[in-house]
């Protein structure tokens, strides 16, 4: 593919064709899950799988990828497929317009991915997805809290018994401990949440979209074992 020529100078055509033979699933397309969609797809991914259940509004521009004033309004699979395929006209994408439960997991077909991606915030549906891929030996990273903080340079991969300073990682380290796992792959950040005394967390438009990167990075250098 011309568009990754820069890539093939750091990386051989025979990689950037391992690449482009998988296949990625990424949950949520919103800060985080957006910018890590559209670095897969940069990367050379040749297929992806969008799942959300939402449409862009106007709180989402200040820092989801694909929400502009054109996109307002618009359901967020169906912008996040416009702007992909305006990168890769050739990518393979299968949408998936719901928001993850109990009731429609099943309709999710994750035997055609190689890796999934969680970058949802609830979790209720965080837990399903982990267990859907547990449960059929797909690697999943997840992406722990985004909100609330001002320093991206504060996230890392890690294993989430490592995870500090994160309340969503906290709540999912006993969660996923009661359901028997005990290992789970995640992006989350050492910086501690600043209180606004809002539930709805405050967010800035360089944090969510760097851990959506750090997302696609290790994505990547999984695919690539050789990067490990």
Request: with cysteine.
């Amino acid at each position: 593919m011309e568009f990754l020529s820069r890539t093939e100078r750091m990386i051989p055509k025979e990689d950037i064709k391992k690449i482009n033979d998988k296949a990625v699933i990424v949950f949520g397309l919103g800060g985080v899950g957006g910018s890590c969609a559209e670095a897969l797809v940069r990367a050379g991914i040749g297929e992806i799988g969008l799942v959300d259940g939402d449409e862009y509004e106007i709180t989402n521009i200040n820092r989801q990828a694909f929400a502009t004033t054109k996109t307002l309004g618009m359901r967020k699979v169906d912008a996040c497929e416009e702007r992909l395929l305006e990168i890769n006209p050739k990518l393979k994408i299968k949408k998936y317009d719901l928001f993850v439960s109990e009731e429609n997991i099943r309709d999710i077909d994750f035997e055609s991915y190689d890796y999934v991606v969680d970058a949802i915030d609830t979790i209720t549906s965080k837990l399903l997805i982990i267990r859907e891929a547990y449960d059929r030996n797909i690697k999943i990273i997840s992406a722990m809290g985004a909100g609330n903080r001002l320093d991206p340079t504060k996230f890392q991969v890690m294993e989430i018994e490592k995870t500090q300073n994160d309340p969503l990682a906290r709540i999912m380290r006993k969660k996923l401990k009661e359901m028997g796992i005990k290992k789970l792959k995640v992006v989350c950040s050492s910086e501690l949440p600043i209180k606004t005394g809002d539930r709805t967390p405050g967010s800035i438009s360089f944090v969510p979209p760097v851990c959506g990167m750090v997302l696609a990075s290790q994505v990547i250098r999984d695919i690539l074992k050789s990067w490990n």
